[in-house]
């Protein structure tokens, strides 16, 4: 790497400031991608908080994109508790819009941005992924103008159906949802819908963009069911997917307890190489 540009501002709401930290390749190759790391959509309330920038899988998954010339760009954005969805959704389309605005000045191309992040942050950019992300022409600040869609997407042990989640942990994401589905829940009930519009699978259609989806098969808290039923609806709409399953592996940025795990790093690299770049 050629160096880090910190906290940049992509945004403000409410007067609070959205950061960013961009990664030079030493030789670019003219592309970028948006990285989220995973948090479980939450952040400490605390002044001396890391920010989600900043912790140790973001260098992780950087450096290889970063070597094979790729530029990233790392990004906070708002979080459960203070927080509660569609703000970090909306966070992550305001960080691809800013990005692409602003791709002269970056030196990629505007019209092929990839989205790479893990557990929290692969639901994230499974979104921007399947998401239309539409600018809105009128909006007076340009860069909201600018769509918020992905043209590639690799997600690490992605939440991608809070309706039939499986047997993992709830609580994250019924804290970050701000409401409990039930069995009772009818479909008609504003927390159904809400489980419904925060998951991936339910926004799949043809126009989704290639997605390398990778995880553990002995994951506890994101269950493997939610990246084999997003590589079935992919598949069903002919969009191009690939599941790499880690044997024996749990949750995190290292998968814990891989039995011979497989180069997820440069099959991370490969899928960008060939569906971002082609």
Not at 53 to 60: I, L
Not at 166 to 174: I, K, N, S
């Amino acid at each position: 790497m050629t160096g880090v540009e910190s906290n940049m501002v992509f945004g403000m709401y409410s007067g609070l400031a959205l950061l960013m930290d961009l990664y030079h390749p030493e030789r670019s190759n003219g592309y970028g991608i948006i990285q989220i790391a995973g948090s479980g959509w939450h952040r400490p309330l605390s002044y001396d908080a890391a920010a989600l920038k900043d912790v140790p899988q973001v260098v992780k998954y950087t450096g290889p994109l970063v070597e094979a010339g790729y530029t990233v760009f790392a990004i906070n954005h708002r979080a459960a508790p203070r927080f509660k969805y569609p703000a970090a959704l909306e966070d992550a389309q305001r960080a691809v819009r800013y990005v692409r605005f602003h791709a002269e000045r970056f030196g990629i191309r505007p019209d092929r941005i990839g989205g790479s992040g893990g557990s929290s942050g692969a639901h994230l950019v499974s979104l921007l992924g399947v998401l239309g992300g539409q600018g809105d022409p009128a909006d007076p600040d340009p860069v909201d103008r600018e769509s918020a869609r992905v043209q590639c997407v690799v997600a690490r042990a992605a939440p991608t159906d809070f309706l039939d989640w499986g047997p993992g942990r709830r609580d994250e994401f019924v804290d970050f949802l701000g409401m409990t589905v039930t069995d009772a829940s009818s479909p008609t009930s504003m927390e159904y819908k809400r489980y419904r519009e925060a998951s991936p699978l339910y926004h799949v259609t043809k126009d989704a963009p290639p997605f390398l989806l990778i995880h553990g098969d002995a994951d506890n808290t994101v269950p493997f069911q939610n990246s084999e039923r997003m590589r079935e609806a992919l598949d069903q709409a002919g969009v191009k997917v690939k599941l790499l399953r880690i044997e024996g592996a749990g949750h995190g940025p290292d998968f814990p307890g891989a039995k011979n795990p497989p180069d997820y790093l440069g099959e991370m690299v490969r899928w960008f190489d060939t569906y971002l770049r082609s």
